[in-house]
């Protein structure tokens, strides 16, 4: 149905309600008195309107024909079409005064012969005729909209030549109209649609007016239009003996001299102040009505006339999507979903309901939405798995969780400890899952570190821990300083020491197996203790393999020094025993790399952070310790090529002299022999000067390696604090000192007395 089609029906259906507004033809009758009352002036006035009026133009852009005046008489097809208020209410008051004007008249004749006689409407009898007793009871319908109003008023100055309708200054204003003369402005026809049937199929109290008998006595068009003959508004029927209705005008938009373009719509004020709702029974609040008609209707009135047409508590049990509905497409779950039980999975279409979307003009667009409340009385944080409850997962899962029903009213689906769960914890921080702390005081299987961490009166404090580290060490150094030294003067002294080929690989496996002994004594020794039975013993092993220890300074004091007869095997073994441990650390040292890049922490994600302080520190420490890692593997594989190229020029040479000396020596030969010996030699020479220079790079690259281990250990033990609080920490001490001890001694000692 398009607009025009349905303006016509809301005429047609607004005239078949005649009697609603208390219109009525009994008793209206032309009042004699107010007919004596008019002069001759005022006839002359009114006859020189109605023919200046009805040389207008018609609406549709084709002017009227210029009527036949027969001495005051027209034809009824010349004059101004019925207003719409008119057409709209009882109108046999209105055709009564017509008809009582309108007669059979003679228009042509032959002498004394009438030959042509035609049905004529008398001026001055509608100028008469027309009193304001007349147009009284229709004016309270009339005037509801000033558009109607307006129109009225006009036909009635062009048929009476009265500035009034029915009292003298009741047409101030209606001559001059403006927008703002609609004072609430105006509305298209087609929102109507947006109302419930609840609502328009209701009537005005106390009145008991239909809902669209209200909006037709409101409704105007864009521009004037007629609703039927235009070119014969009217027409006397002898059979009826009355005048009758061929077309009507309709209230248009023009009249204030503005256009609106095509379509229907309704003047606010005039629906507004027309139609009233009992608030306390409103039409769509009775039992068995669905809430969103309840919500259409509520929101139609407040988008219509404003919150004052309606109770001042009008925005309760709105069905309105934002906060308490959601829309489906809207809709949004978190990244683990999957993780989520099937219940939960579920509930979105369980809960899925109509609701209202309020548009730009105020009205409602039905959705499909999700009732949030249903949703969030059926989850919690329970309802998702261990994934969900794990660092990131469980951060974003506990956000989505509170925004989603940290307002909704009596739900409780969150721990009283979630600001803790929105934010990474101490543990959150490390990246394996285990700690080292006996488990009466914390839960060792809560792996989300939500409790608060009991101090615990024998773990060693922060100094203590990082000072036993410092003692390892410094004890290895001062062995090793006394150890070098003394190696290297017998070295000095006793040139004809020999060196078994592959002690120093023996020695080596013999010094990294002495550490992991040491390590595993004292994982052993964790785990006996009380509380501790939990903590792992291959974990820690491999943990402490990530202990700084001095092994640069060993390689400087047992290999550096540049003396021909000196053997390199105790520097080898320590560099060999060190690249045992060091391989055994990069499992600790790739995982918290590694776990550092996924969780961001290497580019801002530690900010804000409790202890994000030493936790940048250790992850600093792990990415240094991988990047000279790399560094040191290069490195030694140049020292390696020039260490077995020495070797490979040494066998040479030895298999030369021995030759030289069981075989008697030509004179040419012995030349050739002695040049080639000198030239084997000098190449010797430069590549025993490659080995140590290349042992400088590979003590540089472990003393770095040595400094990374530092920050990773000092940044861990400032992170973990108590998490990290391993029992008989000065027995672990020394069983670490004293098997370091031994370590030494055995890697210095690889010189044998040759048979």
Known sequence: MNMSSAFHVLLLMAGSLVGVCGVSTKGIAPNNSIIAGINISSTAEALHAASINLSRDSGNGQPLTPQNNYNGWVNPEDLTPMPQCIAQQDQSAWLSVMTKCTSKRCTSHFGFICTHGQWLTQLSCLSVEFSPDVVRPYLPYCGRSVLAKAQLYQWIRHITGRTWLVDVGDGNGLQNLSPASLAKGYAPFDVTYD?????TSSASTPSMELFQHVIASCSFTGLTQHTGNAARPWEYSASLKSMIVLDTETVGYDLIQRSLGGGDYFDKECFCSSFTMDTDNEPCSRPGQDQIDLTKERLWLNATCGPTSLSDHWTDRLKTTGFAYIPVEDWQWPRFVADMSKRVAELPDKCATDACEVDSRGYCKVRRAVDRACFCHNISYESCGSSCQMFETRIEYVKWLHDLCGNVHDWHGLPDTWRQLAAPTVLDLIPWRWTMKPSKDSDAANITGVEPIRATETCPSNEWKLGSLALVNLSALLAAYIGGR??????????????????WVFNGIVVASLQLLANW???FLVQTS?????VPLVQSILFWCTMPRPTWVLILLLGVKSFEPMDLSPAKSFLFAEIILQFLSSYYMVMTVNYGRQHNFYFGGLERVERGGSANVMYAGALVWLAFNTLAIFQLLRVLRYMRLKEKLTRSLMDEIRVSEETPLKRGEGRDKEYGTLSGEGINKRVSQK????LYGVV????LLWIAQWLFWGGFLGLSLEEFCPPRLETLTAVWVAISLAGITVGTTTLDKRT
């Open 195 to 199: 109302a419930p049937a609840c609502l």
């Open 486 to 503: 003394t190696t290297i003067h017998r070295l000095v002294r006793s040139f004809s020491w020999h060196v078994s080929p592959r002690c």
């Open 521 to 523: 004594l004292n994982a």
């Open 530 to 534: 009380p509380g501790y039975e939990d």
């Open 691 to 694: 080995v140590p220079v290349g």
């Open 700 to 703: 540089v690259i472990t003393m």
